[in-house]
């Protein structure tokens, strides 16, 4: 038994809110592998008649993946929709400047559409606003989802589609607070293009939700300046302003890299303070909800990256192998967006396949599972419904940066319908498990189905093609007695306690 102990309420009443499915959304950007050799491989044996790998489908299909961000990411601020549709055979092969690679243009939007349909997914597309602008926008929204009788619908429809794929969200461009983007703006200079582009794109297509880019990181000299001029200009137009965050353990500790999502909690709230405060500036009745289109571990691969060879096709690019510590700070990244999913509605782990991704692939050879596909999955399949506002107690310890941090990373959703209560648990302690006792009151007649744990005495263990090293199992001791749930969470684990109605 452990001498660290927490303790948990959950009522049935006590929520957050209802979570939207697209908070488990990913992103697949033309960076190196992700859309040639991940998504697409046509001289795979597992290829099908697209052209599309078969094994990668499988795995999307697995982790339940409700939306994708495309085409980018930094590349869309230099990309021509039009170079990416009609016949593959006149399509233009560009630079790519913002990855210093060549782009083939072999696939598009129609392809990706068709891809993304086959995994079961939406998509969430960005549109340039580094070298185009409003009239690409509103064209790109025209081809997509006006239903025929237009220039743009109907070269749609000359290129095999009749049908309107009526996508629902757009990005209004990507990162353009950055300068390392191709078209980087003033937040000024970025809020009035956003606002027109917005205008035009809803007067097309009246029924989509639009992203307005947030910071590109909560670091960034010009944070919360940045998104309050934004949606000081685009308050009207826009439905979410976007976050994008990414964690590293470069210094090598551990307790201080799985405090991170404390950080990234207190970024969340401060979104949403700014967009509260331009909606009171404007005497708004309108809420601006918040897009966490970017978020992941990334620092792994940056040095090899460096190695590249400018202007190759689909290189080997952004490939961080992540180890059994990454899973982990996923794990307490995708708790801390449970709790804000009252205005957290959309978010995208960047990204799906091959570049910074859960899934990857060999060229020619098998697919494979990262570390981080387990937390992901775990969420995005029982993680539906409603997010509940767990009362709870931990032990705490202080890092380099950051004090009170608690033992116990910890979340609960109840899905109504299906009848279950899934509580998803992080024990952050480098060296003792962590009694959890959840009283769960309400909930009457429930009962554990399963304690999944994902657990290593390695925390640099890392997955690879021949060896799944690290894998969850179900042998987690968790039990119902009287209303309480018991359970021992190991040192250094990811937890999913599974209930359903008796
Ligand atoms: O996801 C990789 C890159 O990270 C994206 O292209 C960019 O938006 C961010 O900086």
Redesign the pocket.
Known sequence: MTANKAKMILEKDFKVGEIDNRIYGS?I?H?GRAVYGGVFEPNHPEADENGFRKDVINLVRELQVPLVRYP?????SGYNWEDGVGPVESRPRRLDL??RTTETNEVGTNEFMKWAKLVGADVNMAVNLGTRGIDAARNLVEYCNHPGGSYYSDLRASHGVKEPYNIKTWCLG??MD?P??IGHKTAAEYGRIAQEAAKVMKWVDPSIELVACGS??RNMPTFADWEATVLDHTYDHVDYISL?Q?YGNQSNDVANYLALSLEMDDFISSVISIADYVKAKKRSKKKINLSFD?W?V?YHSNENDKLIEPWSIAPHQ?EDIYNFEDALLVGCMLITMLKHADRLKIACL??LVN??APIMTEDNGPAWKQTIFYPYMHTSVYGRGVSLNPIVSSPKYDSKDFTDVPYLESTAVYNEEKEQLTIFAVNRHLEEGLLLECDIRNFEDYQVVEHIVLENDDIKAENSAEKQKVEPHTNGNAEWKDGIITAVLPKLSWNVIRLEKR
């Open positions: 992103f950007e960076l980018g990411g930094n590349f869309v913002a990855w990507n990162e950055g390392w983007q590109s990181h994008h990414y970017e992941n990334w952004l960047a990204q570049v910074i």
